[in-house]
């Protein structure tokens, strides 16, 4: 998805933090930042979403810079079962089920113990 | 787990046949999305209907059509199976009412033989 802009693959120490970076500089003012994970063939699951203001839950957080261009999703203490392909993608407000939901790549997380 | 089924999870067919593949949900959610999951390139979507009867084209939509007559099911089909049309395939979901984040299904994992 040329709207996103990933690194490949990443790895990560098993209890260090985890820092997926993702570029989407041209972003607009009504689009929000979503972001999904994928373990091994599963159907991809809903992390977390934020519009301009940095959000945290149960699973992650997620910091986006103030010029909106850039957002870095961190999970605070990765697990081995945080080894998964992640992917970042803009969402349309309320409209973006219309426009379609695209996915690029993703980023492949390799947690290592 | 939000309610949604693809079936079958698995199928083998012939080149040339036709193959209807079915997902399932009882959200009642307005939007339902498929897409294709091949080695190298993520998730990239076929189709998608964002209600009864409405639906419109992905980024790889070549060789596959969808019908929506209910608002439970969305069907994809294959009119004349291909090799190239091996693939994983996913089944989403996502309400409109205001901006929440999409479910996946399990995933049907077709190959044409």
């Known amino acids: 998805d040329a709207k996103t802009t990933q690194p490949p693959s990443m790895d990560c120490a098993e209890g260090r933090a985890a820092n997926l970076p993702c570029n989407h500089s041209?972003?607009?003012?009504?689009?929000?930042v979503y972001w999904y994970r994928q373990i091994h063939s599963q159907g991809p699951q809903y992390i977390i979403h934020?519009?301009?203001n940095n959000e945290t839950n149960e699973m992650a957080s997620l910091i986006i810079t103030e010029d909106r261009k850039s957002s870095t999703l961190i999970l605070p203490h990765a697990t081995l079962r945080d080894t998964a392909v992640y992917y970042c993608?803009?969402?349309?407000?309320?409209?973006?089920?219309?426009?379609?939901?695209?996915f690029g790549k993703g980023t492949h997380l390799i947690i290592q113990p | 787990d939000a309610g949604i089924t693809q079936s079958p999870r698995h199928k083998v067919t012939e080149t040339g046949t036709p193959v209807t593949l079915r997902c399932h949900q009882t959200?009642?959610?307005?939007?339902m999305y498929w897409y294709r999951q091949d080695p190298g390139h993520g998730l990239r979507l076929i189709h998608y209907?964002?209600?009864?009867?409405?639906?419109d084209k992905g980024e790889v939509s070549d060789g596959y059509s969808v019908s929506r007559s209910k608002t439970e099911d969305f069907l994809l089909t294959l009119e004349s199976a291909t090799s190239s049309q091996t693939s994983v395939y996913f089944c989403?979901?996502?309400?409109?009412?205001?901006?929440?984040?999409?479910?996946f299904g399990q995933g049907t994992r077709l190959t044409v033989v």
């Open positions: 989403a979901i996502r309400t409109d009412r205001g901006n929440t984040e999409a479910f």
């Open positions: 041209t972003i607009s003012g009504n689009e929000y």
């Open positions: 934020g519009l301009k």
């Open positions: 993608t803009r969402v349309a407000d309320s409209g973006g089920g219309a426009d379609g939901l695209t």
């Open positions: 959200e009642n959610h307005r939007y």
């Open positions: 209907s964002y209600g009864v009867k409405d639906t």
